[in-house]
């Protein structure tokens, strides 16, 4: 009977570890998710392990040869309970792969475009997007007492307006 398995893999080497044990016939998942960070001061978008550390797979107690996996290049170890391995629902891998196909990525947001605050003790305001401010908040600029404002806000508290 196959389920699914979680292993923990070696620092920054999930992609390695996933390439190995796919290279052996073993199936593997690795949920990834688009993310926007600043590199070198440049805005990128990249794809980053939802779980960093760790990668499923599909194993069968009875037909799966288990051996290899632990001398896999970029695997630590296969995760385990009381010196069993602890087994994943696949309900919960369908749940993740079900979610992340129906995930909006983070929209980008251009200078001078109207954004609705939805969040915080501005919400129901309508601003401005001004810029970047790292890799989880942004510049706003915001129209109080008939002065403009500049103000530093989380994305989780403005979106763009709807058409």
Do not use: C, H
């Amino acid at each position: 009977m196959y389920q699914w398995y979680l292993i923990q893999v070696k620092p920054g080497q999930v992609f390695k570890a996933q390439t190995q044990l796919e290279n052996q016939g073993f199936d593997t998942y690795l949920p990834l998710i688009n993310v926007i960070k600043n590199i070198r001061g440049k805005r990128t978008k990249r794809d980053e392990p939802l779980f960093p550390g760790y990668l499923f797979i599909y194993l069968s107690t009875d037909e799966s040869n288990w051996r290899p996996i632990r001398s896999t290049l970029g695997v630590a170890r296969l995760v385990s309970f009381g010196g069993e391995p602890a087994v994943v629902p696949s309900e919960a891998v369908m749940q993740i792969r079900e979610q992340l196909k129906n995930r909006v990525t983070q929209a980008e947001f251009e200078k001078s475009q109207p954004i609705d605050i939805v969040d915080g003790p501005f919400k129901g305001l309508k601003a401005i997007f001004d810029g970047y401010d790292g890799e989880q908040r942004a510049f706003l600029l915001l129209e109080l007492l008939g002065k403009w404002q500049r103000l530093s806000m989380d994305f989780k508290q403005f979106k763009k307006p709807a058409n």
